[in-house]
C-alpha cells in the first residue's frame, strides 16, 4: 500500500504544479539541465557513489567494410583471418558513431500520485524525465519517449529535435493530469513488466534506457531484463521516493489507501517500524541488485530540487 496524497494547498489542485506539472513547468527546466552533463566519461557519484564502477558508453566506431591494405595503414587494423583466406592483406574500416538514441521510460501509474511535503511522486518523475531530455538534446542524441499509465502507454520515436523533445513533455503532461485521487481499476491493462518487456525493441542498436519510476512492481525478473539490456545499451534507474516512505515516526494520525481500501496508522510505533522497514528493505534490494550489476542508478526525493539532485548524481557535470 502507498500512503494516500496529502489534501492540495487552498486553490484549484489542478493549477497546482506541486500536484500535476505544466509544459511551461518542464520547458523551463532546459536552463537548468545545461549545467548538468551526460556523456561517456561519467562515473557515478554522489548518490551514485559505492564500490560498484559503471559507465556510460560513449560513441563507438561501426564496421563499414574490408579493403586492400594501403601505406600508412595500422597494422592493428589488418583482419588476418580475412586475409589468409583472400591471400592478401586486408583491413578493417570503421566509421565513428554521429549518435545513438536515447528514449525516456516515464512512469505515470497511480503509484507516483502522492507526496508528503513539496511535490507528487507523479511531478517529481515528470521533471526528472524533462531535465534528463534537455540533457539528451544537449549531447546531441537522438531522443525518444514511453509514457505510461496503469492504462495505456504511449512510445515517441527518438528524433533529434527541440519539437520532438516538446511532443515528449506534452505527453508527460498529458499523463500526469489524468491522475486523481481515488482512480483504480480492477487490473491494470499496462503492467511495468509489460513496458520493459518491450523496451529493448525502442533503442534499435547501441542506444541509451533510462527509466524513471517509483520502483512499485519492480521485481528481479525485470532486473534481470535491464542487466541484458545492459550488455549492449547504456541503462540508468531513477527511482522517485517521497521523504514519508522512508519515516512515519513523527506521524500521529496516517490514513494509508491501495485506492480501494484505506486504514488509519494509530501512533502504534511497531506499526510505523514496520511500515518504514517494509519500504527500506525494498528499495535496499532494488539498490543492491541494481548496483551489482553495474547500472548507474540514483535516487530522487520529492523534496529537494531536481535539478540539484541530478547534477550530484553527475558528479556536477
Known amino acids: 500500500m502507498s500512503p494516500s496524497k496529502p489534501s492540495p494547498p487552498a486553490g484549484n489542485a489542478d493549477n497546482d504544479s506541486r500536484v500535476y506539472c505544466s509544459l ?53 587494423d589488418i583482419d588476418w583471418k580475412a586475409s589468409a583466406h583472400s591471400r592478401q592483406k586486408l583491413v578493417k574500416v570503421f566509421t565513428e558513431e554521429t549518435d545513438r538514441p536515447t528514449v525516456l521510460l516515464v512512469d505515470q501509474r497511480r503509484s507516483l500520485f502522492f507526496g508528503s511535503r513539496e511535490r507528487t511522486k507523479s511531478v517529481t518523475a515528470a521533471e526528472v524525465a524533462a531535465t534528463l531530455a534537455w540533457m539528451v538534446l544537449d549531447s546531441g542524441d537522438r531522443l525518444g519517449g514511453v509514457v505510461f499509465n496503469n492504462e495505456e502507454q504511449t512510445f515517441l520515436r527518438p528524433t533529434r529535435s527541440s519539437l520532438g523533445a516538446m511532443r515528449i513533455l506534452q505527453m508527460i503532461c498529458d499523463y500526469n493530469q489524468q491522475l486523481h485521487p481515488g482512480t483504480n481499476s480492477a487490473s491494470d491493462k499496462v503492467t511495468l513488466d509489460a513496458v520493459l518487456a518491450r523496451s529493448g525493441n525502442y ?30 545499451h547504456n541503462v540508468l534507474v531513477f527511482l522517485v521516493a517521497d521523504p514519508l516512505e ?41 539498490k543492491d541488485r541494481v548496483a551489482a550489476h553495474g547500472l548507474p542508478f540514483g535516487v530522487i526525493d520529492t523534496v529537494q530540487p531536481v535539478d540539484g539532485q541530478l547534477q550530484a548524481i553527475f558528479g556536477g557535470g
Open 24 to 76: 511551461e513547468q518542464l520547458l523551463a527546466l532546459k536552463q537548468q539541465a545545461s549545467y548538468i552533463k551526460f556523456d561517456a566519461r561519467y562515473r557515478p557519484a554522489g548518490l551514485l557513489a559505492g564500490r560498484h564502477r559503471s559507465r556510460l558508453r560513449g560513441r563507438g566506431m561501426n564496421f563499414e567494410e574490408l579493403r586492400g591494405y594501403r601505406s600508412g595503414d595500422s597494422v592493428r
Open 246 to 286: 522512508y519515516s512515519i515516526a513523527d506521524i500521529d494520525r496516517l490514513v494509508v489507501s491501495d485506492g480501494t481500501q484505506q486504514i488509519e496508522l494509530s501512533a502504534d510505533e511497531g506499526a510505523r517500524e514496520r511500515f518504514a522497514a517494509q519500504f527500506s528493505e525494498q528499495l535496499q534490494s532494488i
Open 203 to 232: 533503442i534499435g542498436n547501441n542506444g541509451t534506457l533510462i527509466l524513471v519510476s517509483d520502483g512499485d512492481g519492480l521485481v528481479e525478473k525485470h532486473l534481470d531484463h535491464l542487466e541484458y539490456l545492459a550488455h549492449q
